[in-house]
């Protein structure tokens, strides 16, 4: 098990998506081991920070001087020790099994010893910087700017939330079944769900793993974070045609079907847009569907309502991908910034109105981006009103520590 999941964090540092490595690696694994390898795997990259903190506090070595595979080894343990009620001699027999060459095993175990042996004295709230970018595991940049936004306490709070193992929401296709009979046929496969307060149509699961449930295959639902439900209402308040001209895997676009928009989706890339028109095919929807780069779209028509859930940092579902926060620095933040205005002003020409969707929070993704577009005040439709929403020029932002979401950004821009 461990070794697979030494395997899985050295393919995730050389550039792979944490998801899709372990999608791949746990197919080879036996089911009862997955959730231990998944926890040990994402754990690790959330907490890196604080596991390199323990780990310089008792080497003689330089934290680039231990070889990758020492390294992750390491952390492993440690987390292991710190957050997985391991026992304690199990993780250091496991940990130090896993690297070769006695040198670098007694170099592990002394490491390890000593984490049993001496508390680590991790930075205290007195230094709010020095805790929230090692106690609480968050890269340095994004730690002073939640700090220039927000008070430690809620600082705190929201590293915390990204640390966390988020929740699965499910949205219910209200084209094949109704909220009510989706809940009960769920209950008989084992899986339990709750409705969301204010979002009609919306699931939130507290027992068991829906990817596996035949309502998943027949199309009863679609697995989506409720931030990304919240945009789909929002469009819905805007005309009844949309082109979601950045669409897949299909997520909002399928969501305006079910509301009955006449959807027009498109993608750069067509492997990506093959997995949308797989899910609109399970969903039991008919969408018009094709390859455009929305940088240099073969566009004919207008459209009332153009949707843009631009590519970006990801960096408000980092609970998720928690690889993005280590790889993302403030130099690619401007890169997209670039990149989202370009998106915007080609399709402008195509739509009466653009609402932009991100899955980030960052000042250079929104309020920079937006600022050279004409902004209008979003329309919320029926309960959404009441959910607690943070808004800032017009921009509206969620409050992830408040209704357990993504991190997402939303603006309506007209001509
Ligand atoms: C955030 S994802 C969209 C998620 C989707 N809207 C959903 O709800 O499931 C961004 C998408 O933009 C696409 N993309 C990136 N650059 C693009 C471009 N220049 N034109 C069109 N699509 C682009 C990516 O391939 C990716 O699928």
Same mark, same amino acid.
């Given at each position: ?29 036996? #089911?009862?081991?997955?959730?231990f390898?998944?926890e040990l795997v994402m754990g690790v990259l959330r907490w890196r920070?604080r596991l390199? /903190?323990a780990?310089? !506090? ?14 992750? %080894?390491?952390r492993m343990g440690i987390y292991e020790i710190e957050k997985m009620n391991t026992?304690e001699?199990?993780a ?14 007694? $170099? ?7 984490f ?19 106690t609480l595991s968050?890269? +340095?940049?994004? %730690? ?5 936004? $927000? ?9 915390l /939330?990204?640390n966390s193992t @988020?929740?699965? /929401? ?24 709750? #409705?969301?307060?204010?979002? @009609? ?10 990817? *596996? ?7 009863? $639902? !679609? ?52 997995? %949308?028109?797989?899910? *609109? ?70 739509? +009466? #109105? ?24 979003? @329309?919320?439709?029926?309960?959404? #009103? ?10 509206? !932002?969620?409050?992830?520590? +408040? ?6 950004? /939303? %603006?309506?821009?007209?001509?």
């Amino acid at each position: 098990m461990r070794r697979v999941a030494l395997k899985a964090l050295m393919e995730i540092e050389r550039g792979g998506n944490s998801s899709a490595v372990l999608e791949r690696l746990l197919r080879k694994v036996k #089911k009862r081991n997955t959730p231990f390898i998944t926890e040990l795997v994402m754990g690790v990259l959330r907490w890196r920070n604080r596991l390199d /903190y323990a780990i310089s !506090y008792f080497s003689n070595k330089r934290l680039n001087r231990i070889e990758p595979e020492v390294l992750n %080894a390491l952390r492993m343990g440690i987390y292991e020790i710190e957050k997985m009620n391991t026992p304690e001699y199990a993780a250091v027999k496991e940990t130090v099994n896993l690297v070769r060459g006695s040198w670098r095993r007694s $170099f592990v175990n002394g490491i390890l010893r000593n984490f049993i042996r001496e508390q680590v004295r991790y930075p205290t709230k007195d230094e709010p910087l020095m805790f929230l970018t090692y106690t609480l595991s968050t890269p +340095e940049w994004k %730690a002073l700017r939640w700090l220039e936004d $927000f008070v430690i306490e809620k600082s705190e709070k929201l590293a915390l /939330y990204y640390n966390s193992t @988020p929740a699965i /929401y499910l949205r219910v296709n209200r084209k094949k079944t109704s909220t009510e009979s989706l809940i009960r046929l769920l209950k008989r496969e084992g899986i339990v769900v709750d #409705k969301c307060k204010n979002l @009609p149509f919306c699931l939130r699961v507290l027992k068991g793993n829906p990817r *596996f449930t035949s309502a998943l295959k027949n199309g009863l $639902f !679609y697995v989506q974070d409720i931030a990304s439900q919240i945009a789909g209402f929002i469009a819905s308040e805007i005309g009844n045609t949309v082109w979601d001209c950045c669409a897949a895997p299909g997520g909002k676009s399928s969501h305006l079907a079910e509301i009955g928009f006449k959807v027009f989706s498109s993608d750069i890339s067509l492997p990506r847009l093959r997995l %949308a028109i797989s899910n *609109f095919r399970r969903l039991g929807l008919e969408i018009h569907s094709f390859v455009a780069d929305a940088l240099r779209p073969s566009v004919r028509r207008k459209f009332p309502l153009v949707l843009v859930d631009s590519p970006c940092s990801s960096m408000g579902i980092i609970h998720r991908a928690p690889e993005v926060k280590w790889r993302i620095v403030p130099e690619k933040l401007k890169e997209l910034s670039v990149l989202q205005k370009r998106i915007l002003k080609s399709v402008l020409r195509y739509g +009466e #109105k653009v609402l932009y969707v991100v899955c980030t929070q960052e000042p250079e993704e929104t309020v920079n981006v937006l600022s050279d577009f004409n902004i209008e005040e979003l @329309p919320l439709p029926g309960d959404i #009103k009441k959910i607690p929403f943070l808004e800032k020029e017009k921009i509206l !932002y969620t409050d992830p520590t +408040e209704i357990y979401s993504d991190g997402m950004s /939303y %603006a309506l821009i007209t001509k």
